[in-house]
């Protein structure tokens, strides 16, 4: 929830925005991995974890970053409530 409250009020230039855009960017080439296959990711990651939770879509942030002399994929998923198992 204070991630939410954060980002209605916080207002990043549009200059800031580009740069992690052109970070992801670089970090994907880097990693060998294109646009269309994150995207993949993202629809399976969402797929699989839609099982057991209740997640925001919208407001997930899947992303792959350096971590020293790795590629690490970090994600951010907003989960409302847990799935009643049967």
Same mark, same amino acid.
């Given at each position: 929830m204070l991630d939410s409250l954060k980002r209605i009020f916080s207002h990043e230039s549009s200059g800031k925005v580009a740069k992690k855009r052109l970070q992801m960017v670089l970090i994907q080439d @880097?990693?060998? $991995?294109?646009?269309? $296959? !994150?995207?993949?990711? @993202? /629809? /399976? +990651?969402?797929? $699989? +974890?839609?099982k057991y939770m209740i +997640? /925001?879509?919208? /407001? !997930?942030e899947i992303s792959l970053e350096n971590v020293d002399d790795s590629v690490a994929l970090v994600a951010n998923i907003p989960v409302h409530t847990m799935r009643h198992q049967k």
């Open positions: @880097r990693a060998s $991995v294109s646009p269309e $296959v !994150m995207e993949k990711l @993202r /629809d /399976d +990651i969402i797929q $699989v +974890i839609s +997640i /925001d879509k919208t /407001d !997930m």
